[in-house]
Every structure is written in structure tokens, then in C-alpha cells.
């Protein structure tokens, strides 16, 4: 069995990559440096507050937003180049689910622009309390999370079929490509759970986990060594 790598796919999973390690570094910053230093979790007047004292940050977050759903269609783009040769139907499957989470991602964020309306000093003309501004607002900022659940369904889904076709293909080393399927799997599952039962939501770190590291890993082995068909694992099937 011989398989032919193009200078496409290279560049590519070159990109794809540069891609997978961009976007675990955004989205560390949006969450932990940006939405953990403002979002009080049961506390909408001291949210308010944050977000008003931090108008800029809570922006930049935003931002980060907009950016992070704007890669993953390059990402979804690069994988599909990557694998359309292994299977071009599930490949471009992945890829529109992939698509699916970056314009929730999106459309996310205009929640967040809206919490800025509502909490700007002149909004509404006056006709809520601070009060209820306040909570009005905390209802954006929950809407934009369950949002963004939403949204890692679709994420789950591509990756798990992503990591699929990585396998198949033997583009990249067996315990890496089974790594990502196993986590992506992980991920699969229990975001329906959290979001039938929000008590769970608490394990919802941990469930992530391990298909980010794998972004990491697989993310910085794309970059610097590329994709390569390696004859012996196909050869044990």
C-alpha cells in the first residue's frame, strides 16, 4: 500500500498546527486571564461592576472570541485538505461540524456586546434600576456560556471524527491519533450530560482535558515534523 503525501497536505497540517497551538493559547487567555479576573459566578452586581471597571479586558475577551471562531474555520479548512484523501465524505462532515462551532462562537459574542448595552450609562433610557440591569445582564453572560456549550458539541463531534480519519490515515504516529480519539470521545459524551444535568458542570474541566493537551501535542508535532505515512502501522492492520 503506497500513499502519496502532497506539498497541499503539508502545508496544511503545517497549518492546521500552527492552528491547534494558536487557538489552545487564545483560548487560555479569554478564559482564564480575561473571563476568571471579571465573571463573578452567582454574583451579577459584582459581575457588573467587573465588567464596567474592566470595559477594555472584558473587550479584548470578546474579541478573542470573534478570533477564535474566524481560526477554527481555518483549522476545519486545513483538516479536510489533510484528509479528503483518506475519506472526502466524512472529511468534509468533520469540517462542517468543525464550521457549525465557529459561527456559534460568532454569534456568541454577541451576547457579549449586548452586556455592554445594557450596562452602558445611558442604556434604556433609564427605564430599569441598576439593579435590574444588572441582572438583565447576568442573563447575557449565561446565555453566552450555555452558547458556548452548545458550541463544544460540534467541536466534540469534528474532533472525534477528525482524529478518526488521523488514524486511518496513518498520517501521524498511532498513540497520538488514538490519544486525540479517545479524548475528543470523552468529550462527545459528556457535554450532552452537562447540559441535561447542570449539576455536572463541575466536571466539565476534567472531561476536556485530555483532548486539549492532545490539540497541544498533536499541535507542535504538525508544526514542526508534518504528516508522513508510516508503512509499518498500515502494514499490521
Request: proline share 3%.
Amino acid at each position: 500500500m503506497q500513499i502519496t503525501i502532497t506539498k497541499e497536505q503539508q502545508t496544511a497540517a503545517r497549518v492546521a498546527g500552527f492552528m491547534y497551538v494558536f487557538l489552545g493559547a487564545l483560548a487560555a487567555f479569554a478564559e482564564f486571564y480575561v473571563r476568571s479576573g471579571i465573571l463573578v459566578p452567582g454574583n451579577a452586581a459584582q459581575t457588573a461592576h467587573n465588567i464596567i471597571a474592566s470595559e477594555r479586558m472584558f473587550r479584548i475577551g470578546i474579541a478573542s472570541d470573534l478570533l477564535g471562531g474566524a481560526c477554527n474555520a481555518i483549522l476545519a479548512v486545513a483538516f479536510y485538505t489533510i484528509l479528503k484523501p483518506v475519506n472526502s465524505s466524512l472529511a468534509l462532515l468533520a469540517a462542517f461540524w468543525r464550521l457549525g462551532e465557529a459561527v456559534i462562537l460568532g454569534h456568541m459574542t454577541l451576547n457579549g456586546m449586548t452586556v455592554l448595552n445594557v450596562l452602558h450609562p445611558s442604556a434604556l433610557s433609564g427605564a430599569f434600576s441598576n439593579g435590574q440591569l444588572q441582572a438583565i445582564a447576568g442573563l447575557y453572560i449565561t446565555a453566552q456560556g450555555d452558547e458556548f456549550s452548545i458550541g463544544l458539541v460540534y467541536y466534540a463531534l469534528g474532533s472525534t471524527l477528525f482524529c478518526y480519519l488521523l488514524l486511518k490515515s496513518r498520517y501521524i504516529p498511532q498513540w497520538l491519533a488514538w490519544w486525540g480519539l479517545l479524548g475528543s470521545l470523552i468529550a462527545v459524551v459528556s457535554t450532552p450530560v452537562i447540559i441535561v444535568f447542570p449539576n455536572a458542570d463541575s466536571l466539565a474541566p476534567g472531561c476536556y482535558t485530555p483532548v486539549g493537551f492532545f490539540e497541544i501535542v498533536a499541535g507542535f508535532w504538525l508544526l514542526i515534523a508534518g504528516i508522513r505515512f508510516d508503512k509499518a502501522a498500515a502494514q499490521r492492520l
